[in-house]
């Protein structure tokens, strides 16, 4: 589903829009209201962070979204109920974005099936690289769920088909080395990068990491199948509510599509 | 070279490289590095002549014979880690991975620091080596061990707060790794204790087996034998793999790590992953680990800033799984008790850290018939004003 989703855009010549929202933020019950007005403003792919007491890969808004979260006594249990009734009233694609511990705990055999059964099409563990734990992996291939894989600005070029061979969905390009969050500038490399990332495998290739205004995606757009914007539309829902935020989602939607 | 199996990355099930995509080359590179240093005879005697002249090594092997009347022991020694430069073990392993980073052309350094000592000791270790520093150091720590902050500072490293979580070890450690994640390729971290993703566990290891090696040939000599009892304090566990290490192939050794049982176990305010976690991922490896129910981190608790850490270094689960080593704990006032006994008796003022060593001897040393070995990871400068304070003490500094 989600590699369609990304074919659908491409045969329009366009790049599918990827946004992340942290689960149970800004409150325990908006979750299933911020889906479905992410997925009406225009998002062909929707990534549901799971909340994790240690996020390193998150920058300071994905942290603070991730505390709040916790503090309104979000579980993982619970970000599946929310993910079930999204899914009784919306199509979009939803992606898991988690890290390891969480998935672990809660039993990796169990939690592959529980969010097949609350409707997730794909799972991406920040702290889960290529060849880490080639059981746990295999296991993830093997699910119904797409493996959604990392690539970063310091991954050689000659482990991207390796990277690719064990991911499905799609790729995800982190635009730069560092943590997640709004950046006011994308490096001068990144559309020789992801030109090299497309050509070295057959994924479509999302870019992410520092995204946070209609121009900046209508440029990654430009360049790549798709564009995940994150912190900049959590910081939007955390300050200024879910109208806001789908209005956000809606103005990159409207600059990609120009 | 053929590159590492999963395997080798491991100690058992336990350790591994669960970190993001972004920070694979540089682990690939330490990796090879630090092997290719590890057959370097230029850099083994370079590492050795730091040891001996900048560092003060070998430690001392004292018997500590009024501590041992007093308990009704004959043969207690403490390992003195507290006499090396910069008052711990921490040195050991910031002097290898220090000259490892200028070999592998990093410029700058970060460390994550609780207690302030390994945060001391890579300040140290960067002065000598002329490499730019960055301490990343809970505020609640900031504040228990503001004298290791102003240490450092005169070093010339800069010390940076964190105030998000637990404000403690954990979090500076978060803190650190998205230091480096970001700055990847100029920078190296210098991990402070045995936890991490590989090769940090057993390349810490290695730089703090020089400890046990010492302690096993001292003890031979003085005493013709092998020790009946090892005994360390244990919180990512590296003063505890540095002396075990040695003595893991001999089998008649009994190896005891002791964790921060904090304000005890049944409170759930205690710093004892190998007592009472469950294994989990976090900052890289799988270990034992403090957790709730669904796999959010649980905050740790202990006196002591350098235990206070809710997870374990990976090859010390492997050592309890396996049942080479036994891990036990003592309470914050157990330790206290240590502190105050140790200096009265011996003239040593222990680490807190230490102090929980200590006190698993006072409490159990007579059940041991044989010679005990303590590690004194560190001493107890850095803790006067804090134990000051929390004895109501604290108008006097």
């Known amino acids: 589903m989600i590699a369609q989703a990304f074919a659908a855009r491409r045969a329009e010549g366009r790049a599918a829009l990827v946004p992340y929202v942290t689960a149970g933020y800004p409150d325990r019950g908006s979750t299933v209201e911020v889906l479905e007005a992410l997925a009406d403003a225009g998002a062909d792919v929707i990534e549901l962070g799971v909340p994790f007491s240690d996020p390193l890969a998150d920058g300071p808004t994905i942290q603070t979204s991730s505390f709040v979260s916790l503090g309104n006594g979000t579980t993982v249990a619970g970000v599946l109920e929310d993910l079930t009734a999204f899914r009784a009233r919306r199509d979009t694609p939803v992606v898991l974005f988690t890290y390891l511990n969480p998935v672990i705990r809660y039993g990796p055999t169990a939690f592959l099936e529980d969010a097949v059964k609350a409707g997730a099409q794909g799972l991406l563990l920040t702290d889960l690289p290529t060849g880490a734990d080639p059981v746990l992996e295999a296991e993830v291939i093997a699910s119904p769920l797409d493996l959604v894989r990392l690539v970063a600005p310091t991954t050689p070029l000659s482990r991207v088909p390796a990277v690719a061979a064990g991911g499905s969905g799609f790729l995800y390009y982190i635009s730069r080395t560092g943590v997640t969050g709004a950046r006011t500038e994308l490096r001068g490399e990144l559309s020789k990068e992801v030109r090299a990332i497309r050509k070295a495998q057959d994924l479509p290739v999302a870019v992410g990491f520092g995204i946070s205004s209609p121009e900046q995606a209508a440029f990654v757009a430009s360049l790549a199948d798709g564009v995940v914007v994150g912190s900049a539309l959590v910081r939007i829902l955390g300050e200024s509510g879910v109208q806001a935020g789908a209005d956000f989602v809606a103005s990159l939607r409207e600059a990609m599509d120009a | ?397």
């Open chain 2, 1 to 397: 070279m053929t590159a590492p199996t999963v395997a080798d990355r491991r100690f058992g099930v336990f350790g591994g490289r669960y970190v993001p995509e972004t920070l694979i080359q540089a682990l690939d590179e330490l990796t090879e590095a630090y092997a290719a240093a590890g057959t370097d005879p230029e850099f083994r005697s370079e590492l050795a002549g730091l040891l001996a002249d900048f560092a003060g090594r070998p430690t001392p092997l004292y018997h500590a014979q009024r501590l041992g009347e007093v308990i009704g022991h004959d043969s207690i020694y403490l390992k003195r880690e507290d006499l090396n430069h910069t008052g711990a073990h921490k040195i050991n392993n910031t002097l290898g991975q220090g000259l490892l980073a200028k070999r592998m052309g990093k410029r700058r350094i970060i460390a994550e620091t609780g207690a302030g000592q390994h945060g001391v000791a890579t300040a140290t270790a960067c002065a000598l080596f002329d490499l730019e520093c960055v301490v990343y150091m809970g505020e609640e720590d900031v504040e228990r061990q503001a004298l290791n902050v102003y240490r450092m500072e005169l070093l010339g490293a800069e010390v940076r707060p964190v105030g998000s979580g637990t404000r403690t070890l954990k979090d500076a450690t978060n803190e650190a790794i998205r230091d480096w994640v970001t700055n990847v390729e100029d920078t190296h971290y210098i991990i402070g204790s045995v936890v991490g993703p590989d090769p940090f566990p057993r390349m810490v290891r290695d730089f703090q087996a020089v400890i046990g090696r010492e302690a096993r040939q001292q003890l031979l000599d003085v005493a013709g034998r092998l020790p009946r009892v090892v005994v360390a304090c244990v919180g990512g566990g590296s003063n505890a793999i540095g002396i075990f290490h040695e003595f893991v192939p001999d089998d008649g050794v009994e190896l005891v790590g002791v964790e921060a049982g904090g304000a005890g176990l049944e409170s759930g305010r205690h710093s004892a992953s190998l007592a009472a976690g469950s294994p989990g991922v976090l900052h890289g490896s799988l270990s034992y680990l403090l957790q709730d129910s669904d796999g959010q981190v649980a905050p740790a608790h202990s006196v002591s800033a350098g235990l206070d850490y809710p997870g374990v270094g990976p090859e010390h689960s492997f050592l309890k799984d396996s049942r080479r080593a036994r891990y036990t704990y003592v309470t914050d006032d157990e330790a206290l008790d240590a502190f105050h006994r140790l200096s009265e008796l011996e003239g040593i003022i222990p680490a807190l850290e230490s102090a929980h060593a200590v006190a698993h001897v006072l409490r159990h040393g007579p059940e041991y018939d044989g010679p005990i070995v303590v590690c004194l990871s560190g001493r107890g400068d850095k803790d006067v004003a804090h134990v000051a304070r929390l004895e109501g003490r604290g108008s006097l500094l």
